[in-house]
């Protein structure tokens, strides 16, 4: 069975363009999530989806940030304008419905976006 | 809110030495789980433990063990006979009933264990 898997595994981008990272969940995950690294910090909340709805985006820096999960699939992010602080490694997880709380959410090898 | 902290930014050993990662945490909630990730060098993060909060008793899962305290608030975890292999950087996290299944993680501890 394959894994999470994220695209594309790096992404060097200037300030002010625009980026979008996908992430494949494990078939019949409903759980998504999406979590931040930044400059060696600990990995941060963005959002998670329950199939293609958005159940807790509380994590979102801002509204430059724009997830979406189409037919509760795969999801993108997207990050318009890029900032210099936006650099950093992002990751993807997903769970089996009903297991979010419980079980072991899988991650992906994450995207490192380097903002110039 | 919730917090994880892992004191240990980076720690060194020599192969087949004990090593104890420690991670402190945070909350109100009377009903969490904690977990441990390992990161290895190929990026993704690895599921290694999960315990909720009824559960103290510790866990041994071969050369892994994990020590559950809640007088303390604390879920260390300990490596015996560490081997190369077990360098990576690992992650200790949390989640809690009132805020859904959203992970808060410590900062990790970087693991190098040298032949």
């Known amino acids: 069975e394959a894994g999470v898997t994220q695209f594309p595994s790096h992404s060097v981008i200037e300030k002010g363009q625009t980026v979008t990272l996908r992430c494949d969940p494990i078939?019949?995950?409903?759980?998504l999530y999406w979590y931040r690294r930044v400059m060696g910090k600990e990995i941060k909340f963005l959002l998670h989806?329950?199939?293609?709805?958005?159940?807790?985006e509380s994590g979102m820096p801002n509204n430059r940030f724009l997830a979406e999960r189409t037919g509760g699939t795969y999801s993108t992010l997207k990050v318009q304008p890029a900032e210099l602080e936006d650099s950093g490694v992002y990751f993807c997880?997903?769970?089996?419905?009903?297991?979010?709380?419980?079980?072991?959410?899988?991650f992906g090898p994450g995207t490192r976006l380097t903002v110039l | 809110a919730q917090k994880v902290t892992q004191a240990q930014t980076e720690i060194s050993v020599v192969e087949k030495e004990d090593v104890t990662l420690d991670c402190v945490y945070e909350?109100?909630?009377?009903?969490?789980?904690l977990f441990w990730y390992k990161q290895p060098p190929s990026g993704e993060l690895v599921f290694l433990i999960r315990?909720?909060?009824?559960?103290?008793q510790n866990e041994i899962s071969g050369r892994y063990s994990w020590n559950f305290q809640k007088s303390t608030s604390s879920f260390n975890f300990t490596i015996t006979a560490s081997q190369v292999v077990d360098s990576a950087v690992y992650f200790c996290a949390l989640s809690v009933y009132t805020r859904g299944s959203r992970l808060t993680f410590g900062e990790g501890t970087q693991l190098t264990v040298n032949p």
């Open positions: 078939s019949g995950h409903d759980n």
């Open positions: 909350t109100r909630d009377t009903t969490y789980y």
């Open positions: 989806f329950v199939k293609e709805s958005k159940q807790d």
């Open positions: 315990r909720n909060s009824f559960d103290e």
């Open positions: 997880a997903s769970s089996q419905e009903g297991l979010g709380m419980m079980g072991e959410q899988f």
